[in-house]
């Protein structure tokens, strides 16, 4: 299956990789934009608290994704995944988990 970049008029999606605590975790999105990413990653990694992403560019430097720094990002990804590295607290499975990324939009 190709991870070409098309959106969803395309009828193609990306797929996004998550590494988490050692472990990659694999979902798609229909469109390549900031809040979907997001939303995918929350969705991959439930129970999360303060979940920051970052990502590699062309130097190598681990760099902060952001809105600001998305297109930065998808210009690392050109011809395969979109790729992120997720960091944060997990919450236990008896309390409530505030501060979703997804909700900080």
């Given at each position: 299956?190709?991870?070409?970049?098309k959106?969803?008029?395309?009828g193609?999606?990306?797929?996004?990789?998550?590494t988490?605590?050692?472990?990659?975790?694999?979902?798609?999105?229909?469109?390549?934009?900031?809040?979907?990413?997001?939303?995918?990653?929350?969705?991959?990694?439930?129970?999360?608290?303060?979940?920051?992403?970052r990502?590699?560019?062309?130097?190598?430097d681990?760099?902060?994704?952001?809105?600001?720094?998305?297109?930065?990002?998808?210009?690392?990804?050109?011809?395969?995944?979109?790729?992120?590295?997720?960091?944060?607290?997990?919450?236990?499975?008896?309390r409530?988990?505030?501060?979703?990324?997804?909700?900080?939009?």
């Amino acid at each position: 299956i190709d991870s070409s970049f098309k959106t969803s008029r395309g009828g193609e999606m990306s797929v996004v990789k998550v590494t988490f605590e050692g472990e990659v975790r694999r979902g798609r999105v229909e469109e390549v934009a900031y809040e979907a990413v997001v939303k995918v990653v929350n969705e991959l990694v439930p129970d999360v608290q303060g979940l920051v992403l970052r990502y590699v560019d062309e130097d190598g430097d681990v760099c902060m994704l952001t809105e600001q720094t998305f297109d930065d990002f998808v210009d690392q990804c050109k011809g395969g995944s979109l790729r992120v590295t997720a960091a944060g607290q997990r919450c236990r499975r008896d309390r409530v988990c505030p501060g979703k990324i997804w909700r900080q939009l």
